[in-house]
Nanobody, 122 residues
């Protein structure tokens, strides 16, 4: 069973940068497309970014395009989310997910991490 462990969340100020990491126990790691989703209090879980197994394809939500970058290091079995120019509306629990295909839909990712909190103060 694939286990995903996120790290890197925290409290930052608007305009700051932060990088989230997600370690995937599944092998080979390159078989998995990876995604980042986020969920703010009282809201649905929203797509943020996803990346294909070899990193050749990336998808982004319009709200983060140009500010966030998803990447992966298959030698380290880890996917990253570099977040720049953070805004208070980016505040949410961020979840890492693994699945067979690059997608924007949560339902296509069967494996999920426990989430990491990001809070962006004004």
């Amino acid at each position: 069973q694939v286990q995903l462990v996120e790290s890197g969340g925290g409290l930052v100020q608007a305009g700051d940068s932060l990088r989230l990491s997600c370690a995937n126990s599944g092998r080979p790691f390159s078989n998995y497309a990876m995604g980042w989703f986020r969920q703010a209090p009282g809201k649905e879980r929203d797509f943020v970014a996803s990346i294909s197994g070899l990193g050749r394809t990336t998808l982004y939500a319009d709200s983060v395009k140009g500010r966030f970058t998803i990447s992966r290091d298959n030698a380290k079995n880890t996917v990253y989310l570099q977040m720049n120019s953070l805004k208070p509306e980016d505040t949410a629990v961020y979840y890492c997910a693994a699945g067979p295909h690059t997608s924007t839909q949560p339902s296509t990712f069967p494996a999920w991490g426990q989430g990491t909190q990001l809070t962006v103060s004004p």
